[in-house]
């Protein structure tokens, strides 16, 4: 069965006609032959509102008992049954009364549309989650309700049903929001033209952000990666040197210019980079961006010039902003800086090349494992003038047997190598073989061997040669991907400190590493069941285990969850009994390299874990004593 498609009426205030709109689109659909029931409508007590439920079925409202006061609320079971192609349910952010099957509205939703039900509903901006704290901040009223962010997001349809303040304060004058008798108290507090600005910006920026995450997704889908300006987007490259905040400012000043628009900060890791490479001027620029309203994001790639590149093709960035690279003379001479490559790749999109004092100094180098185009280059050319220059400097001294001469050229092949890498070394072996056998072998000027052990000690050399080749460009490649696993790993635990410090979703955490590791797919594997029999073989969490699984003969983690989220409450117990299991894991699994301090440790969270289990459960005992 096909999952039903929900439709969203966004509103940035009571009153701007949330409902009225809903309602309005209910009559269309059944003039045009849809099957649509109301399932709840709240109008509010307002007559224009209540007149357009008239004409439209209404499935009757089921009945809740929160402490013996007896009210309506929507009949989820009697509407699914019902089995509609359209159901009106208003307010997605309604907290169902107790003894309602499901606890929020929005759930009641979740099921229509499992069902196959197509869903119109409505919701204020005030009621999103991530919202209600700027709200409370500007109205000084936190919300009542809140709905997750996730869930209107994931919506098929948000349409804003917008109006001027102005023209809202005057349709509460005139009594058309709220009684007479509510009037002067919502002048006074919520409906403040000032607070009715605010929360229309907020509601605008907030959609303005959901249709750019859907044109992201179409030019994704359709494979455009050419420049679209529907939105200025400044991209700063930062490199963690102490010009790194004299470019934040720069590209800040360029997007005030504008009314709308995002700062985003990238430093690209490279894989020679050390761990903890300028960690804190870049600690210090990151918060700058945050404190500026930008965003700051980290990718993986050995070239700074084209992953720069690709994050802001990717984001659908309009400008770049870079500082003057810090390359040497012959960087700047033949145009390879990080600068001058953004500039050659960037197409049409913008790049502000940003002076600062220590443009004209170079960067202290850093040991590079990637050979790049330039050693290639330099290797193919030593790999043809080498063998020449030593053949012109060994016929100076004739007396030399041939030994002599294999290692000699030998050791240009060698040199060769670290230069240029495998392929060059191959060349240089096979010109200074052909050398060889053209001037050191009997008979000399010719190609032709007369000696069968001159053949064999070509033969070794040819052999050896290549072989020194092939272990070189093997070790290269070797010390390439030991370099890019430390940085992959350094940038994993720095996303996984920044989720945790921001609490952010599973979706959010897999989000950063996609776009960090520049992939289409990332997944989280969870090996609870290997963690819990690690856990279960250490002696010491015996008396542990037993209270924690309800003294069961096993680790039972969803009955840790459960106890643990009974004590602790809901979302905190179960994220704190996750994390001791995971530290005692870690206590486990390096027994011989652990003390006996930090084992304890380790094991700390998982006892106190097992205390506040068995004092809930000798207060509840108490409890049914006295009873």
């Known amino acids: 069965m096909a999952r039903g498609t929900l439709r969203i009426f966004l509103g940035a205030a009571p009153g701007v006609g949330k409902t009225f709109a809903m309602l309005q689109e209910a009559h269309l659909l059944v003039a045009s032959g849809r099957d649509v029931v109301v399932g709840v409508a709240a109008d509010h007590g307002r007559r224009e509102t209540r007149g357009l439920v008239t004409g439209l079925e209404v499935v009757a409202p089921g009945r809740a008992d929160p402490h013996g006061v007896w009210a309506q609320e929507m009949d989820v079971d009697a509407v699914a049954a019902r089995r509609p192609e359209v159901a009106v349910v208003d307010e997605i952010a309604h907290t169902n009364m107790q003894g309602s099957r499901n606890e929020h509205r ?23 989650a991530s919202l209600s704290d700027v709200v409370s901040a500007i109205t000084g009223q936190p919300p009542g309700e809140t709905v997750p962010d996730a869930i209107v997001r994931r919506a098929d349809q948000i349409e804003l049903v917008d109006i001027a303040p102005e023209l809202l304060l005057e349709r509460l004058s005139a009594g058309n929001i709220y009684p007479a008798e ?30 750019d995450e859907g044109l992201t997704k179409y030019r994704a889908s359709e494979g455009i990666t050419a420049t679209w300006p529907a939105r200025e987007r400044i991209v700063v490259g930062l490199t963690g040197g102490p010009e790194g905040e004299g470019i934040i400012r720069r590209a800040s000043r360029i997007l005030s210019r504008v009314n709308g628009g995002d700062l985003l900060a990238l ?55 870079v500082g003057v690279s810090r390359g040497g003379f012959a960087s700047r001479l033949l145009g390879s800086s990080v600068g001058s490559q953004v500039v050659k790749g960037a197409g049409d999109i913008d790049v502000h090349m940003v002076s600062h004092a220590l443009g004209a100094r170079a960067l202290p180098g850093a040991p590079s494992f990637a050979l790049g185009r330039v050693r290639t280059t330099a290797g193919f050319i030593l790999a043809v003038l080498l063998p020449v220059l030593v053949t012109l400097v060994m016929s ?65 050399f040819l052999f050896a040669a290549v072989s020194v080749s092939l272990l070189v460009g ?43 590791f520049q992939v289409e797919v990332a997944g989280l594997l969870q090996a609870v069941a290997e963690m819990d029999r ?16 309800n003294y069961g003969n096993s680790l039972d983690l969803e009955r840790i969850r459960t106890s643990v989220a009974r004590t602790l ?54 409890a049914q004593l006295a009873a």
């Open 106 to 128: 929005w759930q009641d939703i979740e099921l229509l549309l499992s069902a196959g039900i197509d869903v119109l509903s409505t919701v204020s901006i005030q009621h999103l």
């Open 182 to 211: 509510m009037i002067d108290a919502a002048l006074a507090n919520e409906f403040r033209l000032g607070n009715l600005f605010a929360l229309r910006e907020i509601a605008l920026i907030w959609l303005a952000d959901r249709v």
């Open 267 to 321: 430093h690209v890791r490279r894989p020679e980079a050390q761990p903890g490479e300028a960690s804190q001027a870049l600690a210090a620029q990151r918060q700058l961006v945050t404190d500026l309203g930008g965003s700051c994001h980290t990718v993986v790639g050995e070239d700074v010039a084209e992953s720069l590149l690709e994050f802001a093709r990717s984001v659908n960035a309009t400008q770049i902003v």
């Open 396 to 460: 100076l001294a004739p007396d030399l047997n041939l030994a002599t001469h294999v290692l000699v050229h030998l050791t240009g092949v060698i040199v060769v190598a670290f230069v240029g890498g495998l392929w060059p070394a191959v060349l240089a072996a096979v010109l200074d073989s052909l050398l060889l056998n053209y001037f050191e072998t009997e008979p000399v000027g010719t190609f032709s061997i007369s000696d069968p052990q001159n053949v064999f000690a070509l033969l070794v």
């Open 474 to 516: 093997l070790s290269a490649k070797r010390a390439r991907e030991a370099a890019r696993a430390r940085a992959e790993s350094a940038t994993l635990a720095d996303l996984a400190r920044d989720a945790l410090v921001a609490d952010d979703s599973v979706e959010a955490f897999l989000d950063k590493v996609r776009e960090t």
């Open 534 to 549: 690690e856990v279960q073989r250490h002696p010491q969490h015996m008396l542990a285990r037993t209270a924690l699984a």
């Open 569 to 622: 409450g809901g979302t905190a117990g179960t994220h704190y009994i996750v994390g001791a299991l995971h530290l005692a894991h870690l206590a486990n699994a390096f027994p011989q390299t652990l003390s006996g301090i930090q084992r304890a440790l380790l094991l700390a969270p998982l006892a106190a874990a097992e205390m506040l289990i068995e004092a809930a459960d000798d207060t509840s005992s108490k």
